[in-house]
């Protein structure tokens, strides 16, 4: 399930929940819950989906470090910057710009 949402990443339409997961897994809701029981809680169910936004969201503030956060909230796949500031503290414990101001700081520390 993980290399395929990975690859894919469905999780950037924000309408993305618990049923868009099911249907795009291709099982009926009862073999989801059986497969993955940890999900069987919608809420459990978009606590990963917005891991996974925010584990996107790192690689996109790595690749894009002077972006501003909102855009690129919404290409992850949140409705906005705060939802997305939360969801990528809880997964990362820093803040997006936080996170933005490390990874500029430590580039520009391995070019020196």
């Avoid at 705060?82 to 520009?108: H, I, Q």
């Amino acid at each position: 399930m993980d290399a395929r949402i990975n690859k894919e990443r469905p999780y950037t339409d924000p309408a993305f929940d618990q049923d868009a997961l099911i249907k795009f897994m291709g099982v009926s809701r009862e073999k989801f819950c059986n497969l993955v029981p940890r999900y069987k809680d919608p809420d459990r169910t978009l606590d990963y989906i917005n891991s996974l936004r925010a584990e996107y969201g790192a690689r996109l503030i790595i690749e894009h470090p002077h972006e501003e956060i909102g855009p690129l909230a919404k290409e992850c796949g949140f409705i906005g910057a705060d939802a997305f500031s939360s969801a990528f503290k809880c997964v990362l414990l820093v803040t997006p710009a936080e996170y933005r101001n490390s990874m500029l700081k430590l580039f520009k520390d391995e070019q020196n």
